[in-house]
């Protein structure tokens, strides 16, 4: 089991930085996959960005590619999202998720445990 929670979330103008956390509780924080997803108003919920258990693999949607970092600190028991360049179709709610290392951390799938969002918006 794991628990997630968001911060980070804000307004910021088209073309600033944000950065969300994500801390998890549990002792088991490193054998999990991480994922950023988000959700705009009226659209489906998508995978922004994903990292492996042991951080070596990275995925990146293309909208996101270059500008969107993920990272994480297993010492801190901690996922990131550094976003850069941002842009008004950014916005939307941003979840992080958690799900075993068995599963491919780049498919959207096999998700099993989520934190409650915060909301990111970029003003234009």
């Known amino acids: 089991q794991v628990q997630l929670v968001e911060s980070g979330g804000g307004l910021v103008q088209a073309g600033g930085s944000l950065r969300l956390s994500c801390a998890a509780s549990g002792r088991t924080f490193s054998t999990y996959a991480l994922g950023w997803f988000r959700q705009a108003p009226g659209k489906e919920r998508e995978l922004t960005g994903a990292?492996?258990?042991?951080?070596?693999?990275?995925y990146y949607t293309d909208s996101v590619k270059g500008r969107f970092t993920i990272s994480r600190d297993n010492a801190k028991n901690t996922v990131y999202l550094q976003m850069n360049s941002l842009k008004p179709e950014d916005t939307a709610v941003y979840y992080c998720a958690a799900k075993d290392r068995i599963w491919t951390y780049y498919s959207d799938s096999n998700y099993n445990y989520w934190g409650q969002g915060t909301q990111v918006t970029v003003s234009s």
């Open positions: 990292i492996s258990w042991n951080g070596r693999g990275t």
